[in-house]
C-alpha cells in the first residue's frame, strides 16, 4: 500500500495536517488498513525532503498544516494514471504459512487449511453484511467504502476457492503416495500420474 501516495491524494484535495490525513484515509477507505499516526509524520518529514509537499504554517491549534506542491500534485497524477505493478506481489502470510507448512514435517497442513476456511468464510460474511447495510441506506461518500468492500469480497471469495484447491492437492498427494500412483520418467524424474486442475478437485 503506498501511504505516499495516499497522503498526496488527500493534500491535493485540500491542505491538511497530519491527524487530519490520518483520519481522512481511514473514513475514505472504511479503517480498512488503519494508519499510525506515527507513519503518517514519517512520510510527510520523506515527502516534504523530497520537495512534494510544503509547511503552510500552525493551524492556531498547535498542528503543522501541510500543502501539496506542484511538483506532488504531478506525482500523485502519475500515481493514479499508472496501473498497479504485480511485478514485486505483497506478501501473503497464508501462501507463505502453507508453502512453509507443506515442507515440513509433522505440520498437519489439512488443520491449518480447515481452520483458515472457517475463519476466511466468518470475514467472507461480514463484508457482505456490510456491504449489504450500506448499500441499503447508501451515501454519496459511501461510494468509496462499498468501492473498498467490494475489492475484499472478491479477494477473500478468492481465498476460500483457493484453499479448496490446496485441500484438493493435498488429497491428491496423499492418494498418490499411498496407491504409488506417482511414476518415474524416462530421465528418472517423479512426476503426478495426473495434474490436478480445478475443475476436478472435488
Same mark, same amino acid.
Request: hydrophobic share 40%.
Given at each position: 500500500?503506498? =501511504?505516499r501516495?495516499?497522503?498526496l ?6 491542505? @491538511?495536517?497530519?491527524?487530519?490525513l490520518r483520519?481522512e ?5 472504511g $479503517?480498512?488498513?488503519?494508519l499510525n ?10 515527502l516534504?525532503r523530497?520537495g512534494l509537499?510544503?509547511r503552510e504554517g500552525?493551524d ?9 506542491? $506542484?511538483?506532488?500534485?504531478a506525482?500523485?497524477?502519475?500515481w493514479?494514471?499508472?496501473?498497479v505493478?504485480r511485478?514485486?506481489?505483497? *506478501?501473503n502470510e497464508? %501462501?507463505?504459512? #502453507?508453502? #512453509?507448512a ?8 489439512q488443520? =491449518? =487449511?480447515?481452520?483458515? @476456511?472457517? %475463519?476466511s =468464510? @466468518?470475514a #467472507?460474511?461480514?463484508y457482505?453484511? %456490510? *456491504? ?6 447508501q451515501?454519496? $461518500?459511501d461510494t ?8 475484499l ?9 483457493w ?5 484438493a492437492r493435498?488429497v491428491q498427494?496423499a492418494?498418490?503416495?499411498g496407491?504409488?500412483s506417482?511414476r518415474?520418467t524416462?530421465n528418472?524424474?517423479t512426476e503426478?500420474? %495426473?495434474? #490436478?486442475?480445478?475443475?476436478? @478437485?472435488?
Amino acid at each position: 500500500m503506498s =501511504i505516499r501516495h495516499s497522503l498526496l491524494a488527500l493534500l491535493q484535495d485540500q491542505p @491538511r495536517y497530519g491527524y487530519q490525513l490520518r483520519v481522512e484515509f481511514e473514513n475514505r477507505t472504511g $479503517a480498512t488498513w488503519p494508519l499510525n499516526i506515527g507513519q503518517v509524520y514519517t512520510t510527510l518529514d520523506r515527502l516534504e525532503r523530497d520537495g512534494l509537499v510544503a509547511r503552510e504554517g500552525d493551524d492556531g491549534g498547535g498542528h503543522v498544516v501541510y500543502s501539496i506542491t $506542484a511538483e506532488g500534485a504531478a506525482e500523485v497524477q502519475g500515481w493514479f494514471a499508472a496501473p498497479v505493478e504485480r511485478n514485486n506481489p505483497p *506478501r501473503n502470510e497464508l %501462501a507463505i504459512k #502453507l508453502a #512453509l507448512a507443506v515442507t515440513l514435517p509433522g505440520v498437519d497442513v489439512q488443520a =491449518i =487449511i480447515q481452520a483458515q @476456511r472457517v %475463519a476466511s =468464510i @466468518r470475514a #467472507l460474511q461480514d463484508y457482505t453484511k %456490510a *456491504r449489504r447495510d450500506t448499500a441499503a441506506n447508501q451515501r454519496t $461518500a459511501d461510494t468509496a467504502w462499498l468501492l473498498v468492500l467490494d475489492s475484499l469480497i472478491f479477494q477473500t471469495e478468492a481465498e476460500v476457492r483457493w484453499l479448496d484447491l490446496c485441500e484438493a492437492r493435498m488429497v491428491q498427494q496423499a492418494q498418490s503416495a499411498g496407491q504409488g500412483s506417482a511414476r518415474k520418467t524416462s530421465n528418472g524424474v517423479t512426476e503426478d500420474a %495426473a495434474p #490436478l486442475n480445478a475443475d476436478n @478437485r472435488r
